[in-house]
Protein backbone atom coordinates (compact mmCIF):
# COMPACT_ATOMS: atom_id res chain seq x y z
CA UNK A 1 0.00 0.00 0.00
CA UNK A 2 1.23 3.77 -0.43
CA UNK A 3 -0.01 6.43 2.43
CA UNK A 4 0.04 10.22 1.10
CA UNK A 5 2.03 12.54 3.33
CA UNK A 6 -0.56 14.87 2.99
CA UNK A 7 -2.00 11.76 5.85
CA UNK A 8 1.32 12.15 7.82
CA UNK A 9 1.93 15.29 7.48
CA UNK A 10 -1.25 16.20 9.28
CA UNK A 11 0.01 13.53 12.23
CA UNK A 12 3.03 15.68 12.25
CA UNK A 13 1.48 19.38 12.89
CA UNK A 14 -0.37 17.55 15.29
CA UNK A 15 2.87 16.24 17.38
CA UNK A 16 4.59 19.88 16.78
CA UNK A 17 1.26 21.91 18.16
CA UNK A 18 1.19 19.75 21.12
CA UNK A 19 5.07 20.24 22.23
CA UNK A 20 4.85 24.16 21.84
CA UNK A 21 1.76 24.21 23.67
CA UNK A 22 3.89 22.72 26.65
CA UNK A 23 6.61 24.49 25.56
CA UNK A 24 4.71 28.06 26.01
CA UNK A 25 4.17 26.65 29.35
CA UNK A 26 6.74 25.33 30.75
CA UNK A 27 10.39 26.16 29.27
CA UNK A 28 12.28 23.17 27.07
CA UNK A 29 14.53 22.84 29.67
CA UNK A 30 12.57 21.99 32.66
CA UNK A 31 10.93 19.45 30.85
CA UNK A 32 12.43 15.83 32.26
CA UNK A 33 14.23 14.47 29.09
CA UNK A 34 12.20 12.34 27.52
CA UNK A 35 9.13 12.18 29.88
CA UNK A 36 6.49 13.98 27.94
CA UNK A 37 7.84 13.35 24.46
CA UNK A 38 7.59 9.78 25.17
CA UNK A 39 4.03 10.06 25.54
CA UNK A 40 3.50 11.70 22.73
CA UNK A 41 5.41 8.88 20.39
CA UNK A 42 4.01 5.91 22.48
CA UNK A 43 -0.13 7.62 21.80
CA UNK A 44 1.00 8.29 18.34
CA UNK A 45 1.69 4.47 17.85
CA UNK A 46 -1.18 3.14 19.92
CA UNK A 47 -3.17 4.81 16.95
CA UNK A 48 -1.98 2.19 14.79
CA UNK A 49 -1.93 -1.25 16.81
CA UNK A 50 -4.26 -3.99 17.17
CA UNK A 51 -4.70 -5.32 20.63
CA UNK A 52 -2.08 -7.83 20.13
CA UNK A 53 0.38 -5.26 20.67
CA UNK A 54 0.93 -3.21 23.72
CA UNK A 55 3.40 -0.43 23.91
CA UNK A 56 5.42 -0.38 27.49
CA UNK A 57 8.78 1.15 29.21
CA UNK A 58 10.54 -0.91 31.34
CA UNK A 59 13.42 -3.63 30.98
CA UNK A 60 14.27 -6.79 28.78
CA UNK A 61 14.95 -9.46 31.22
CA UNK A 62 16.98 -12.94 30.83
CA UNK A 63 18.05 -13.34 34.21
CA UNK A 64 19.04 -11.90 37.06
CA UNK A 65 23.05 -11.24 35.09
CA UNK A 66 21.19 -10.67 31.73
CA UNK A 67 19.04 -7.57 31.61
CA UNK A 68 18.99 -4.50 29.57
CA UNK A 69 18.74 -0.78 30.89
CA UNK A 70 15.43 1.09 31.14
CA UNK A 71 14.03 1.09 27.36
CA UNK A 72 11.68 4.14 26.86
CA UNK A 73 9.02 2.11 24.34
CA UNK A 74 8.92 -1.55 24.44
CA UNK A 75 6.74 -3.09 21.41
CA UNK A 76 5.51 -6.46 23.10
CA UNK A 77 3.27 -9.08 21.24
CA UNK A 78 1.03 -10.05 23.21
CA UNK A 79 0.09 -13.22 22.14
CA UNK A 80 3.91 -14.79 23.23
CA UNK A 81 3.11 -16.67 26.71
CA UNK A 82 4.27 -16.05 29.83
CA UNK A 83 5.59 -12.25 28.65
CA UNK A 84 5.60 -10.40 31.92
CA UNK A 85 8.18 -11.16 35.35
CA UNK A 86 6.59 -7.89 36.51
CA UNK A 87 4.24 -5.73 35.61
CA UNK A 88 2.36 -2.12 37.09
CA UNK A 89 0.66 0.23 34.72
CA UNK A 90 2.81 0.94 31.60
CA UNK A 91 6.12 -0.10 33.48
CA UNK A 92 7.07 -3.92 32.94
CA UNK A 93 10.28 -6.43 33.11
CA UNK A 94 9.64 -8.45 30.03
CA UNK A 95 11.28 -11.56 29.03
CA UNK A 96 12.75 -11.33 25.77
CA UNK A 97 10.43 -13.13 23.58
CA UNK A 98 7.72 -11.14 23.06
CA UNK A 99 9.66 -7.80 22.20
CA UNK A 100 9.73 -7.24 18.94
CA UNK A 101 10.99 -3.40 19.04
CA UNK A 102 12.78 -0.82 21.51
CA UNK A 103 12.89 2.87 21.01
CA UNK A 104 14.84 5.01 22.96
CA UNK A 105 13.03 8.91 22.89
CA UNK A 106 15.21 11.81 23.62
CA UNK A 107 13.95 15.29 24.23
CA UNK A 108 17.86 16.35 23.20
CA UNK A 109 19.77 14.29 21.48
CA UNK A 110 22.94 15.72 22.25
CA UNK A 111 26.46 13.62 21.37
CA UNK A 112 25.54 12.22 25.49
CA UNK A 113 22.76 11.16 25.10
CA UNK A 114 23.24 9.84 21.30
CA UNK A 115 25.76 7.78 22.91
CA UNK A 116 23.31 6.30 25.88
CA UNK A 117 20.74 5.79 23.34
CA UNK A 118 22.90 3.57 20.76
CA UNK A 119 24.44 1.37 23.74
CA UNK A 120 20.78 0.77 25.02
CA UNK A 121 19.41 -0.14 21.64
CA UNK A 122 22.78 -2.58 21.53
CA UNK A 123 22.25 -4.06 24.84
CA UNK A 124 17.97 -4.72 24.62
CA UNK A 125 18.92 -6.20 21.01
CA UNK A 126 22.01 -8.39 22.16
CA UNK A 127 19.38 -9.96 24.99
CA UNK A 128 16.96 -11.09 22.61
CA UNK A 129 20.03 -12.63 20.21
CA UNK A 130 20.82 -14.26 23.58
CA UNK A 131 17.57 -15.77 24.41
CA UNK A 132 16.91 -17.00 20.94
CA UNK A 133 19.68 -17.17 18.50
CA UNK A 134 19.50 -16.66 14.97
CA UNK A 135 15.80 -15.87 15.55
CA UNK A 136 16.48 -13.31 18.46
CA UNK A 137 15.79 -9.61 16.56
CA UNK A 138 14.38 -6.31 17.77
CA UNK A 139 13.83 -3.69 15.56
CA UNK A 140 15.48 -0.57 17.29
CA UNK A 141 14.82 3.12 16.86
CA UNK A 142 16.27 6.55 18.64
CA UNK A 143 13.84 9.26 18.45
CA UNK A 144 15.44 12.67 19.17
CA UNK A 145 12.83 15.72 19.27
CA UNK A 146 15.62 18.35 19.11
CA UNK A 147 19.60 18.13 18.67
CA UNK A 148 22.23 20.78 17.95
CA UNK A 149 21.35 23.80 15.79
CA UNK A 150 23.67 22.74 13.50
CA UNK A 151 23.88 18.61 12.65
CA UNK A 152 26.06 18.38 9.93
CA UNK A 153 28.42 15.93 8.63
CA UNK A 154 31.04 16.91 10.36
CA UNK A 155 29.35 16.65 13.60
CA UNK A 156 28.00 13.22 12.71
CA UNK A 157 31.27 12.26 12.04
CA UNK A 158 32.71 12.99 15.27
CA UNK A 159 29.44 11.56 17.18
CA UNK A 160 30.11 8.25 15.06
CA UNK A 161 33.45 8.50 16.19
CA UNK A 162 33.28 9.19 19.88
CA UNK A 163 35.16 6.31 22.03
CA UNK A 164 31.72 4.71 23.53
CA UNK A 165 29.85 4.93 20.31
CA UNK A 166 33.21 3.44 18.68
CA UNK A 167 33.41 0.33 20.96
CA UNK A 168 30.34 -0.60 19.08
CA UNK A 169 32.22 -1.31 15.64
CA UNK A 170 32.81 -4.59 17.42
CA UNK A 171 29.71 -5.51 17.48
CA UNK A 172 27.70 -7.28 14.41
CA UNK A 173 26.02 -4.01 12.81
CA UNK A 174 22.74 -5.98 13.03
CA UNK A 175 22.97 -5.52 17.20
CA UNK A 176 22.71 -1.17 15.99
CA UNK A 177 19.86 1.05 16.37
CA UNK A 178 17.68 0.19 12.57
CA UNK A 179 16.87 4.36 12.64
CA UNK A 180 17.71 7.40 14.04
CA UNK A 181 15.34 10.23 13.95
CA UNK A 182 16.28 13.72 14.67
CA UNK A 183 13.21 15.16 14.18
CA UNK A 184 13.50 18.99 14.80
CA UNK A 185 16.48 18.95 12.20
CA UNK A 186 15.25 17.23 9.70
CA UNK A 187 17.30 14.02 9.38
CA UNK A 188 16.64 10.50 9.42
CA UNK A 189 19.96 7.82 9.56
CA UNK A 190 19.08 4.30 8.02
CA UNK A 191 20.70 1.20 9.08
CA UNK A 192 22.04 -0.44 5.45
CA UNK A 193 24.32 -3.38 4.19
CA UNK A 194 26.29 -3.58 1.55
CA UNK A 195 26.66 -6.55 -0.73
CA UNK A 196 30.42 -6.32 -0.82
CA UNK A 197 31.59 -5.43 2.37
CA UNK A 198 35.13 -3.98 2.59
CA UNK A 199 37.35 -3.43 5.57
CA UNK A 200 35.15 -1.55 7.19
CA UNK A 201 32.97 -3.43 7.69
CA UNK A 202 29.29 -4.37 5.94
CA UNK A 203 26.60 -2.11 7.96
CA UNK A 204 26.46 1.57 7.49
CA UNK A 205 24.48 4.36 7.66
CA UNK A 206 22.62 6.43 5.28
CA UNK A 207 20.55 9.49 5.32
CA UNK A 208 17.01 9.60 3.46
CA UNK A 209 15.98 12.31 2.31
CA UNK A 210 13.19 14.07 0.81
CA UNK A 211 13.09 14.23 -3.28
CA UNK A 212 12.14 18.08 -5.16
CA UNK A 213 8.69 16.86 -5.12
CA UNK A 214 8.07 16.58 -1.22
CA UNK A 215 8.34 19.17 0.94
CA UNK A 216 7.05 17.51 4.80
CA UNK A 217 10.08 15.90 6.11
CA UNK A 218 8.53 15.21 9.37
CA UNK A 219 5.66 12.88 7.43
CA UNK A 220 8.35 10.95 6.11
CA UNK A 221 10.00 10.56 9.51
CA UNK A 222 6.79 9.79 10.93
CA UNK A 223 5.61 7.74 7.65
CA UNK A 224 9.04 5.57 7.87
CA UNK A 225 8.47 4.98 11.64
CA UNK A 226 4.96 3.38 11.57
CA UNK A 227 5.43 1.94 7.96
CA UNK A 228 8.68 -0.46 9.72
CA UNK A 229 6.64 -1.13 12.76
CA UNK A 230 3.26 -2.39 10.52
CA UNK A 231 6.01 -4.52 8.83
CA UNK A 232 7.13 -5.80 11.79
CA UNK A 233 3.28 -6.70 13.50
CA UNK A 234 1.67 -7.87 9.99
CA UNK A 235 4.45 -10.35 9.34
CA UNK A 236 2.72 -13.95 10.09
CA UNK A 237 6.08 -15.58 10.72
CA UNK A 238 8.07 -12.94 12.58
CA UNK A 239 9.42 -15.86 15.12
CA UNK A 240 11.22 -17.34 11.84
CA UNK A 241 12.93 -14.93 10.63
CA UNK A 242 16.26 -13.81 12.06
CA UNK A 243 15.52 -10.13 11.41
CA UNK A 244 12.02 -7.79 11.51
CA UNK A 245 10.13 -7.95 7.64
CA UNK A 246 12.20 -6.30 5.08
CA UNK A 247 10.83 -2.90 4.80
CA UNK A 248 10.33 -1.43 1.50
CA UNK A 249 10.23 2.29 1.83
CA UNK A 250 8.99 2.70 -2.24
CA UNK A 251 5.95 0.11 -2.00
CA UNK A 252 4.61 2.64 1.27
CA UNK A 253 5.61 6.01 -0.06
CA UNK A 254 5.82 7.07 -3.59
CA UNK A 255 9.00 6.44 -4.80
CA UNK A 256 9.56 9.82 -6.38
CA UNK A 257 9.18 11.59 -3.16
CA UNK A 258 11.96 9.92 -1.18
CA UNK A 259 15.77 9.16 -2.32
CA UNK A 260 18.58 7.29 -0.29
CA UNK A 261 21.47 9.70 -0.21
CA UNK A 262 25.22 8.87 -0.68
CA UNK A 263 26.09 9.35 2.93
CA UNK A 264 27.33 6.67 5.14
CA UNK A 265 28.37 6.42 8.74
CA UNK A 266 29.22 3.69 11.42
CA UNK A 267 30.60 3.54 14.67
CA UNK A 268 34.92 3.86 14.80
CA UNK A 269 34.77 4.53 11.24
CA UNK A 270 32.51 8.10 11.30
CA UNK A 271 31.79 9.52 7.93
CA UNK A 272 33.04 7.56 4.95
CA UNK A 273 35.02 9.78 2.76
CA UNK A 274 35.62 7.48 -0.38
CA UNK A 275 33.48 4.91 -1.63
CA UNK A 276 35.76 1.06 -1.48
CA UNK A 277 34.55 -1.82 -3.31
CA UNK A 278 30.76 -1.95 -4.59
CA UNK A 279 28.56 0.69 -3.83
CA UNK A 280 25.28 -1.00 -3.48
CA UNK A 281 23.12 -1.77 -0.46
CA UNK A 282 20.15 -3.37 0.45
Known amino acids: ??????????IGQELIGKINRV?????????????????????FLRGFMSKRYTLKTGYVYLDAETTSRQID???????????????EGDFVVVRPEPVIAAIEIKTRLDRGEFRKAFENIVIAKKIKQTALGYYGHIFGAVFGFF???????????????????????????????D???FFDNE????????????????????????????????????GLLVGI????????????????????????MKSEDVRVGPERFSPGQGQWLEAEGDPSAI
Open 73 to 87: ILLIDEHVPFTYMFQ
Open 229 to 252: LFAVCDSEDQNQKGRFPTFNLDKF
Open 23 to 43: GCLVKRSNLKSGEYHEEIIRH
Open 179 to 181: EIF
Open 147 to 177: SNKTLDNSALDAWFKDSLVSRHSSDPGILWP
Open 187 to 222: LTLSLRETTNPDKRGNYFYSAIHLSTSASDYKALQL
Open 1 to 10: MTVSFEYFSG
